[in-house]
């Protein structure tokens, strides 16, 4: 068991860099490929291959993984349920990213940033990625649909940062069923979104708060 | 009293299986009805018999609880409030079947999921079968009202979905006034969930946030 | 000092029922007045004076209370802020109702609710009230004005509860100034209620889970 | 470092009253070049002459702290981070000037609100000054826009005000890039609200729980 963990440990280390190069290359693949469909030919498939090549490397790595682990297959997927969804749908990879920069920051023993600011941070980086990846998406699924109010791609951004915060004005909404589908989605990190900031914040002040008590005396009830 | 609850104790344990299967079928009856009103009058007579039959045994249900709690009915309905509204519109049916499944999980000594993992998995759980009940149930007021832009079942899944994440876009809306009370009841909803993600969020973050102040020097703090 | 708090506790308790029967006619004046405009003159007529009278109330215990108290006119505003924008709003009574039924509850050594309970039910009760009195107002601002997409008091209502819920759909909104001002203080309130839901429900998840977590060995991270 | 300390203390001291006066100097001026710009151009240009002015001092004022913290470059932007920007986009200075109000507070000693209604007055503040500036600058850049539903001032302040409470109903919105870039600002600073009213409400709730908790005998569970 401790030779197994070893060798995973060791296998999570050497991953780090490729996996998030792979991520960045692969997003970026897939952005010129939806942003940019009148490039000539060859940049195109280039860029097609950059993705699946990206792709591929996400598939040998959940392999190795589930190798690694010794574990049935039915187990490995359910305590792997994150990176199961993920090598299915990579435009979810920027959730996993945030993880290994997570590790790599912890292995650099760096003066590591406090709690609530890491959240913040997290935060706020995967809605970025889940904003722009979730902006693609649906923008490649709207473009040409009847009726679409999604028609350019500053629209596809101005619509996910909308969803994102609950805000939903409803100028501009996807049409197709797939973009609904993506909506969805978006519109549940946007849930999650709300609960990690509120939570942040209200962990960050009971804090400051239960401070502030013991240094006043008693009796004098804050809020009151 | 102790022979009474003993009753009361066994009459839920052999009515789990029961009512669980019985708030299925009436779902599916019910989901049948409204989204295939053109089969054959045989089939939609059998589901009209499946859904009144689970009605049936939510009723009976309902009544053997009143005998065995010795209570009078005023009490009764004050001490089961929710039972009492599920049993008047069975549509909320869901929100009882995620006590069952608990109840269920409780007795067979699984190793048990923490508690802010049931948190989001029971509101998970809980606002997708709420969600499914209201688009239902939407769909069958809106499909045939002038004007309304609910025309698909489609769209009324679109505006649960938007509904319940208080995103709404205001793209597809109901129109009715029994559409309209019915949506009211999934805002409700909507909020309720609000909250349950971003209260387990913050007591979890709360506790972490505990524990490493415990680990760490005073004076280094966090958030600051 | 003493002698002043006894009179003040007096006063406290002699108004009780007047103002709570008060409140009630004001609004149901007022509603009268808002929804049936084409009532008899007569009618019309006794509604404004019950409106009148019951504000009359409010005017005569506010004075009381500046007079019982002995503070300077400045200072009394600053401490009784709420009451003080109650006299001149008086639809916005009731915030008020809520904190007298609460002491008439209190006084009756009656079970009380548990603090979640009623935080939640408090925040309902102000709400619906609150809700109620605001689409009154706005359906009194917008049902003549040109361009109006709130024309029936039943538009008023749903658009009173998209409000409060911060779903905000916009199939029906106002458009005059004042309608919008209204509007803006149901959005404040949307917000509050949120706030509270959200933070009855997060602090009862911190309290059960440390209760559970004192239950367990420790190790066993709840969340984790 | 001590000495270093002190004269960043005097200066601090000395630059309060400026650096308040000069923030509303700021958004006077741009409030009056936005909203009246028929005026004489004698006082649009006076308008000018004080809003730059009024940046001016804000420079002055970073590049002093820059040199008394003896700091890199690089390292004081990152730990001035908000005063980075504030001093690129002056519109953001009301978040500055809240924290100069809490210093002046703190040092006259005057009994300080507890920290829940100071967050709630606070948030409050920032919002409405934010919310204010939002709405100016949204409408300078939208009322000549081909298509535009934000026409006057008083839609940009409902369109301010529906945005940063996450109602969104959408019935203005803006439509130019710089617009909604700086939407996608406010939607943040609502979600910030949402968090910090929310939170100080959770946090009030669980002390007051706990005291509650203390009082009564053990067994009897709040919220049960």
Same mark, same amino acid.
């Given at each position: ?34 942003? %940019?469909?009148?490039? +000539?030919?060859?940049? *195109?498939?280039?860029? &097609?291959?950059?993705?699946?090549? !990206?792709? =591929? @490397? ?58 609530? %600011?890491?959240?913040? +941070?997290?935060?706020? *980086?995967?809605?970025? &990625?889940?904003?722009?990846?979730? !902006?693609? =998406? @649906? ?86």
């Amino acid at each position: 068991m401790d030779a197994r963990s070893e060798k995973q440990e060791r296998w999570d280390r050497r991953m780090e860099t490729p996996l998030m190069v792979s991520s960045l290359l692969y997003l970026a693949g897939y952005a010129v490929r939806v942003l %940019a469909p009148h490039l +000539a030919q060859v940049w *195109l498939d280039l860029c &097609l291959a950059v993705t699946l090549s !990206a792709w =591929a @490397v996400f598939v040998v790595d959940y392999a190795v993984r589930f190798r690694l682990s010794g574990l049935g297959p039915l187990r490995f997927v359910r305590s792997h349920f994150l990176g199961t969804v993920v090598v299915l749908l990579p435009l979810l990879r920027p959730l996993e990213m945030v993880k290994i920069y997570e590790r790599v920051q912890r292995r650099r023993d760096q003066p590591r940033l406090t709690l609530y %600011a890491r959240v913040m +941070a997290y935060s706020s *980086l995967t809605v970025a &990625l889940l904003g722009f990846a979730g !902006a693609l =998406a @649906v923008y490649q699924r709207e473009r040409g649909a009847p009726g679409a109010t999604i028609r350019t791609f500053g629209d596809s951004v101005w619509w996910a940062a909308e969803t994102l915060t609950t805000v939903g004005y409803g100028d501009v909404t996807p049409v197709t069923p797939v973009g609904r589908t993506i909506a969805v989605g978006l519109m549940a990190c946007g849930i999650a979104l709300l609960g990690a900031v509120t939570g942040s914040f209200s962990s960050w002040l009971i804090q400051t708060f239960t401070r502030e008590d013991e240094k006043r005396p008693p009796g004098d009830f804050p809020g009151a």
